[in-house]
């Protein structure tokens, strides 16, 4: 059972950074694609970003492309979302999520098994 922890979360002045980070236990980390979610108060949670096992491809939700970079560590069992020039609408609580399936892009919810609990952005104007 593949346990996941997220961290790095805060407070952040618009136009900020932040690097979230999601560790990973209880199983093989190279062999699950890895996702990031955030869900706004009120809203549905939504898809941020992919990665694919090895980290050679990755994936974006159209209004964070260019501004957030996902990435991973195997060996240290670990998925990174670097988040860059920060806006309020990216307040949320932030999900690392992993795939077992295939190798490939998954922008849903549904298609991921795991989910951490959450660590909680807000972005200040």
């Known amino acids: 059972q593949l346990q996941l922890v997220e961290s790095g979360g805060g407070l952040v002045q618009a136009g900020g950074s932040l690097r979230l980070s999601c560790a990973a236990s209880?199983?093989?980390?190279?062999?699950?694609?890895m996702g990031w979610f955030r869900q706004a108060p009120g809203k549905e949670r939504e898809f941020v970003a992919t990665?694919?096992?090895?980290?050679?491809?990755?994936g974006y939700t159209d209004s964070v492309r260019g501004r957030f970079a996902i990435s991973r560590d195997n060996a240290r069992n670990t998925v990174y979302l670097q988040m860059n020039s920060l806006k309020t609408e990216d307040t949320g609580v932030y999900y690392c999520?992993?795939?077992?399936?295939?190798?490939?892009?998954?922008?849903?919810?549904?298609?991921?098994?795991?989910w951490g609990q959450g660590t909680q952005v807000t972005v200040s104007s």
């Open positions: 209880g199983g093989i980390f190279s062999g699950y694609v």
């Open positions: 990665i694919g096992r090895s980290g050679s491809w990755s």
């Open positions: 999520a992993a795939r077992g399936d295939k190798d490939v892009a998954a922008n849903q919810a549904y298609e991921y098994s795991y």
